[in-house]
């Protein structure tokens, strides 16, 4: 099987849909790209490729060809032992085959090695770790690493200041030009064109050669449409200061323009940027050093240093830097980014932690289990950046049409303009206005906006509440179920046998039935044994005693022998065969007949006890159950469990029809034929057995089971196995339907009722909208769009 890198680019210079098509055909153009999903919420883009066919450096490129740019990370390493020329070629193959390396070069004369990478994907400690594996002594000479996201606010910010200053200026300049006329024509007409000039090609800069960008690339977008509008008013205005034409100079309207844009810009910028920090904050959570046991001392090291096996210590108020297992100590951990549930849980010996956790009160020692990327911390952030960037149906369509929108709304204005001069035989000052007023009002920023900035917000919101959305699609898919099918053992169930009830002998306690039991199976590997096993550990906090002799009947149960006494511990047939007398009261009655197996112990040939086992319910399966009822689902179960069996849990939960004793195949058949009756269906599994069933639905829901977050079949993974999650997913879903839908009616909307104004259908009763009002207008859509999606992402269901 051939491999395929992924890369997740950070793109400089997008600012709407236009932008998007651009980018995506540019990159499809190469050869061995397989797949690419450009996100403008995120400023990102996901490319897939095959390695042996295209480099990242002919990605970065056609990206750049396009008229964009990429963020990227360069540093300069000092190899010593890098000495001839051999050298240069062996570091930089080394190098070059790395995911995430766009360019290498090395100079063995002084002993310097540039490598420009992608740090979105690769980190310079990787770097460092490959040339020492090479086996050259390597170490950082100087790097060079920005915020993309900071870097654009920042300078947009600095443009925005300037632009609205001289607007605002020209702005009392024109109000005194119309009353006062305190300052002479000449110096406003002069004032004015100085001021517009530095406006239009400095900060305006940007609009214009993204004109020209899109141009190249065969589309219009949001530039083509400010560059057109800003540019028409100001080439009529240097006219008339000129005295080639008459009227009046509108220099304020031009350098007005691009400040609101740079306005609405600036606003969408700074929320796109809180919007997509989802990603960040999740891997800020795994702290850069931990403390690590040396013989009897703790030692402190970096991230990147830390090994499996090394036992790390972690105290009270600081955060657990690897996945592991406790082997000594007891705290309450906070595990919140995970689950979504603020109670801390309990750790004691043996129990799972994971990076990012955060410890409340006590102390641990954790071997590690995972480290670094390998972490459910680090693969959870990657499966959400992943699904941030993916695209619903919907989305694609809305690009389509904002790409169209712009040539359309063209046509529009240059229509306006010859309707008002030639037909109407309005001035020429007027018909500019007019023409000016419906390229600003029509850029499709907010239509290209709706869709992906609601989804980054749906993706966060579920990432915050545990539950990980690993394909986005999912989120569209899951506002159309009819019906959730759920799996039992391991999903409405715990799925592993455990004591729910002993009954002894009028002669015994629970305590000793319970002992007894214990001691004459601790030695079987059968999971039965091992629920009473657990079960006496839990009630006593102590270790079991080995019996003087044990012997497994296979079918039956157990014989061993305890300070010279034969203990039996089985079933009836086992009790039978030994000759001894059984009892089967009411209460044992009940529970065989809610599911429970029951195990009887005897003591020399004398029944003391039973022992009542079951598969216990999941806390959250009756209320996740009712809830889905309630927002309009049918419910079913799919189990290879005997009919018997699951008829009584499904009962408990409230579960209507059960399909039981199938296999994975006999399952995805289920799930077929319900989608042949035209149901969409929702499966829910343990992500193992369930695998076929999930992948053949509709939507897929995998229970998380920390380290398969990122190998389960499900489009969706719930961290922590708590059934509440799933009406929590479909609720998630439906607002984030609702929020595009919102956002789609207001961006569509604020175009059909304005665009007729500003080309001046509403002239005639004395209603106009003048250039600078119209950019800020189409400035305010875009803002008030994005604030539409970030408010979502605050939402706390």
């Known amino acids: 099987m051939k491999e395929v890198f992924t890369e997740k680019l950070k793109i400089v210079g997008m600012h709407c849909a236009s ?60 190899v010593e032992n890098m000495v001839s020329i051999d050298d240069e070629s062996i570091v930089e193959a080394k ?192 702290p850069q050093e931990g403390s690590v046991l ?3 001392k703790e030692v402190k090291v970096k991230i990147d240093e830390l090994k499996i096996g090394d036992v790390v210590v972690v105290r009270q108020g600081e955060r657990i830097p690897v996945d592991g297992i406790v082997v000594k100590g007891k705290a309450y951990v906070d595990e919140s980014v995970f689950t979504g549930e603020p109670m ?25 289990t995972r480290i670094g990327k390998e972490t459910v911390l680090a693969q959870i952030a990657k499966i959400v950046s992943q699904a941030q960037t993916g695209k619903l149906g919907i989305q694609r369509i809305v690009d389509k049409v904002a790409g169209l929108f712009t040539w359309i709304m063209i046509i529009v204005a240059l229509t306006t303009f010859t309707t008002w001069y030639l037909i109407v035989g309005a001035s020429l000052e007027t018909s500019l206005v007019f023409m000016a007023s419906v390229l600003l009002i029509a850029c499709p920023c907010a239509l290209g906006l709706a869709t992906p900035t609601a989804v980054v917000a749906g993706v966060n919101v579920a990432t915050r509440e545990g539950i990980v959305v690993r394909n986005v699609v999912a989120l569209e898919k899951a506002c159309e179920i009819d019906i959730v099918a759920f799996d039992k053992t391991g999903t409405i169930t715990v799925g592993k046998p455990s004591v729910v009830s002993i009954i002894p002998t009028r002669s015994y306690s629970e305590n000793e039935v319970l002992r007894f039991a214990a001691i004459a199976e601790k030695w079987s590997e059968h999971p039965i044994a ?61 529970l065989m007949k809610d599911g429970s197996t029951i195990v009887y112990i005897s003591r020399s040939n004398e029944l003391i006890g039973a022992i009542a086992i079951a598969d216990k319910l999941k806390e959250s399966a009756v ?64 992500g193992v057995n369930d695998a076929p069933s999930i992948s053949k639905a509709d939507v897929g829901v995998a229970m998380g089971s920390g380290a398969d977050v990122s190998k389960e079949a499900g489009d969706v993974v719930l961290v922590q196995a708590d059934l509440r999650k799933i009406p929590l997913l479909l609720k998630i879903a439906r607002k984030v339907r609702g929020r595009i839908r919102f956002n789609l009616f207001w961006a569509f909307a604020y175009n059909v009722v304005l665009v007729p104004i500003a080309a001046g259908v509403l002239a005639p009763i004395g209603i106009t909208l003048k250039p600078e009002m119209a950019a800020l207008a189409m400035a305010l859509s875009s803002i008030s769009v994005t604030l539409s999606s970030y408010q979502l992402s605050r939402w706390k269901p």
Not at 28 to 52: F, H, I
Not at 133 to 162: H, Q, T
Not at 568 to 584: D, H, Q, T, W
Not at 659 to 676: F, G, M, N, T
Request: charged content about 25%; some cysteine.
């Open 19 to 78: 932008c998007v098509l651009a980018i995506e055909k540019a990159i499809k153009s190469l050869d061995g790209v397989k797949s690419v999903q450009v996100s403008l919420a995120l400023n990102e883009a996901l490319v897939s490729y095959d390695p042996s066919k295209v480099h990242l450096k002919d990605i970065v490129r056609s990206i750049r060809n396009a008229g964009y740019d990429v963020h990227k990370a360069e540093i300069t390493i000092s």
């Open 95 to 286: 190098l070059r085959d790395l995911p995430g390396v766009i360019d290498v070069s090395a100079s063995h004369l002084n002993k310097m090695l540039a490598v420009y990478f992608n740090p979105e994907t690769l980190s310079v400690e990787n770097i460092l770790i490959v040339l020492k594996k090479s086996g050259y002594k390597a170490s950082v000479a100087s790097e060079k690493f920005e915020d993309v996201g900071k870097v654009e606010l920042s300078s947009i910010l600095r443009w925005l200041i300037a632009s609205l200053a001289i607007g605002f200026a020209l702005l009392i300049l024109f109000v005194d030009h119309m009353t006062f006329r305190l300052v002479p024509a000449e110096i406003y007409s002069s004032l004015g064109f100085f001021g517009a000039t530095f406006v239009l090609f400095i900060p305006g800069r940007l609009f214009f050669v993204g004109a020209y960008r899109a141009l190249r690339n065969g589309v219009a977008n949001m530039d083509t449409l400010v560059a057109l509008g800003a540019a028409s008013i100001y080439v009529y205005s240097v006219a008339v200061t000129m005295n080639l034409v008459g009227g009046d100079v509108y220099y304020e309207a031009s350098v007005l323009i691009i400040a609101f844009v740079l306005l609405g810009r600036y606003i969408e910028a700074k929320t796109k940027h809180k919007a997509g920090e989802a990603v960040k904050k999740l891997l800020e959570m795994q």
């Open 294 to 296: 040396v013989g009897e």
């Open 344 to 368: 801390p849980k309990e750790k004691t010996e043996k129990t799972t932690v994971y990076a990012g956790s955060v410890v409340g009160s006590g102390w641990l020692h954790i071997t590690a």
């Open 530 to 590: 091992k629920a009473i096993v657990e079960e006496y550990k839990a009630r006593f906090g102590l270790e079991v005693e080995d019996p003087d002799n044990f012997e497994p009947i296979v079918g039956m149960g157990v014989l061993a022998e305890i300070n010279g006494e034969r203990i039996a511990v089985g079933n009836a047939k086992l009790m039978r065969e030994l000759g001894v007398a059984e009892i089967m009261g009411e209460e044992l009655s009940k």
């Open 623 to 686: 209320e996740a159950i009712k809830e889905l009822k309630k927002l309009g689902l049918k419910i079913v179960m799919l189990t290879g469990d005997k009919l018997e069996t699951a008829k009584v849990i499904a009962e408990k939960v409230g579960i209507g029809e059960v399909h039981a004793e199938l296999d994975a195949e006999a399952k995805s058949d289920v799930i077929r034929r319900l989608q042949r009756k035209g149901l969409k269906v929702m499966m829910v599994g343990d």
